[in-house]
């Protein structure tokens, strides 16, 4: 069975700092993808990896795919209260049926 | 990407009862999924619901406790039968729409008292 595990579970930070979210696996994933949701609302997609190695920005986020495919990790600069919710990896599976398996989830808080 | 209207938002049901929750895509796709997560947790995959054809159930979950419907490539529904507490949970229902990942209707929210 493959799994995804997430570190830290939580975090609360101030405005303005960085952060780092890891999520680690012992499993080869086709590719991977991070999420971010909001309360009542569905997961939305950030972003998604499929070269091992492959770093990937958007804005004040960047994503980086491990080199074997096992992990993945999202820093965020200078973060601010807009980012606040859970943050979702998911990493598809290698059996060739589009399913995704997902992470046990940060959640992030940015005070102001 | 595609839009998906899931309802109801949000139900209070008594225990032993049924719900069924309603995915309608704004286009047509082949697969769907459907996902439970527990309050503040991670999403669990219940099923994977092709048009025309059973539904493929993931380990811990049953056709009898969660049958689902796949009429069209725009349309799918999920029961949850015979319901108990532990059954509170959110549901969630998504499409794969290739480079742009999964799209997820707004999930329902069902408490079970």
């Known amino acids: 069975t493959q799994l995804l595990e997430q570190s830290p579970q939580f975090l609360s930070i101030q405005e303005g700092e960085n952060l780092t979210v890891y999520c680690n696996s012992s499993?080869?994933?086709?590719?991977l993808q991070w999420y971010r949701q909001e309360p009542g609302e569905g997961p939305v997609l950030l972003v998604t990896?499929?070269?091992?190695?492959e770093v990937k920005k958007l804005k004040r986020l960047t994503f980086q795919f491990g080199d074997a495919r096992k992990d993945s990790s999202l820093h965020i600069t200078a973060a601010q209260p807009g980012d606040t919710g859970l943050y979702l990896c998911a990493g598809e599976t290698t059996s060739g049926t589009y399913k995704y398996i997902f992470g046990t989830g940060t959640r992030l808080k940015v005070l102001a | 990407s595609a839009v998906i209207s899931q309802k109801p938002s949000r139900d209070i049901c008594q225990r032993g009862t049924s719900l069924t929750i309603q995915c309608q895509v704004d286009s047509q796709v082949t697969m769907m999924f459907w996902y439970r997560q527990q309050p503040g947790q991670s999403l669990t995959l219940i099923a994977t619901?092709?048009?025309?054809?059973?539904?493929?159930?993931e380990s811990g979950f049953v056709i009898d406790k969660f049958p689902i419907s796949r009429p069209n490539l725009t349309f799918s529904t999920l029961t949850v039968s015979n319901m108990s507490p532990e059954d509170s949970s959110i549901y969630l229902c998504?499409?794969?729409?290739?480079?742009?990942?999964?799209?997820f209707g707004s999930g329902t929210r069902l408490t079970v008292v």
């Open positions: 990896v499929v070269t091992g190695g």
């Open positions: 998504s499409v794969e729409m290739g480079d742009y990942g999964y799209t």
């Open positions: 499993s080869v994933f086709s590719s």
């Open positions: 619901a092709n048009q025309g054809s059973e539904a493929t159930y």
